[in-house]
């Protein structure tokens, strides 16, 4: 298993994290992944950059946390975990930006990360489930099927990733109440 990290404040994120966050996303992005710039592809640092910067602007012990992981020394990848500080939705968060580099796949990064939230979530977090939206057509809802996620319902063509093509926003819940 990669050596996993929580960063919860800006300032844990160093330059080079950064950096190699840029990286990561631009290369899974034009890599085909399914993690935002749908629109833009091929992208390049100068768009993911900023977003990586709001991001991690954003982030807070409690509402927004982020998640990386080591393999061979470089990042391997990461996700985000987003609370709720309205009262009424504070037992459940939402992950988000799931991604593993192209040159780490197959070596169990993926899973690694799955496992990880949904324990932060649990058992720092004292959360009660977790909600994550993927990209239909992409085959994604196999991967997290098999770590506990089950298919909630989607948005039919809720997204347009180009003119002539429209997917379906897959909602996926999981359960961290039952262990």
Known sequence: MPPLRWLTDPDHVTPRTRARLVTC???VVNGGGAVGFARQVPVDDGVVGPVVDRLVAGLDPRLRRLLVAVHEGGLAGWLVLTGNADPVAAHWGRVTHVQTSPAARGCGVGGALMGEVARAARDDLGLDSLRLEVRGGMGLESFYGRHGW?????????????????????????DLRSG
């Not at 298919?151 to 180009?162: D, E, N, R, Y």
């Open 25 to 27: 996303w631009r290369d």
């Open 150 to 174: 089950v298919v909630a319902g989607c948005w039919p063509g809720a997204l347009q990733i180009a003119a002539d093509d429209r997917r379906d926003e897959v909602l996926m819940g999981l």
